[in-house]
């Protein structure tokens, strides 16, 4: 008995998979604590606008107390047994969390390493000159890398380097700590300079 062989033909527009659409309905909604009709659980733990607990309540009547108040009601603990949720001004809440982080940004320092070059001949006017620079940028809450560069047979008295560098150190102890002690590498000796704990705290951002 022959049997045929159909060939075996797989049209591409059967195997197509359409790409979601969204409306102004079905677009995923932005993360955050779910509000009024969002908060679908049938019991919820309700805490009052002036913070007083008003115990565990039906959902549909905590939305109408909301309401009733022209508030919100706002779920602040989804993990809870119920789910606790609050009666607030949710606008108001996230006007005043926007604030709060941007407060928080800007009260973060960001500490950059400054760098004071100097050579074996730098005299005291000018030791002194770039010491006022080291104490601003220590003021400033930023680290500050001492860098003192050799030529020739300068290499031959590295004494010299240290005793500008322990000047410098002892001129702006009040404001600092000795993170890398001075070390010579090659014909460059450096140390480098952390402002204190207390620096950083008294800095203020600009506002």
Not at 186 to 205: E, F, H, S
Request: net charge positive; glycine share 4%; proline share 6%.
């Amino acid at each position: 008995m022959r049997t045929t062989r159909l060939p075996l033909r797989i049209q591409q527009e059967e195997i197509v998979i359409a790409r979601p659409r969204f409306g102004s309905r079905d677009r995923p909604r932005d993360f955050g604590p779910r509000v009024n009709d969002r908060i679908r659980v049938p019991e919820i733990r309700v805490i009052g606008a002036e913070g007083e607990m008003l115990g565990v309540l039906n959902t549909d009547e905590a939305r109408r107390m909301a309401r009733g108040l022209d508030l919100d009601l706002v779920e602040v603990n989804p993990k809870a047994m119920p789910p606790v949720c609050k009666i607030m001004d949710f606008g108001k809440f996230k006007y005043e969390e926007k604030k709060r982080q941007a407060d928080a940004r800007k009260r973060q320092t960001q500490i950059e390493l400054k760098e004071i070059k100097l050579r074996p001949k730098t005299d005291d006017h000018d030791l002194d000159f770039k010491t006022k620079h080291v104490r601003r940028f220590l003021e400033e809450g930023n680290k500050v890398k001492l860098t003192v560069r050799f030529r020739g047979r300068e290499i031959t008295h590295p004494e010299t380097a240290q005793r500008q560098i322990d000047a410098i150190v002892e001129a702006v102890a009040d404001l600092a700590t000795v993170e890398t002690s001075a070390r010579l590498e090659g014909r460059t000796m450096t140390a480098i300079l952390a402002p204190r704990v207390k620096v950083q705290q008294v800095r203020q951002p600009e506002s």
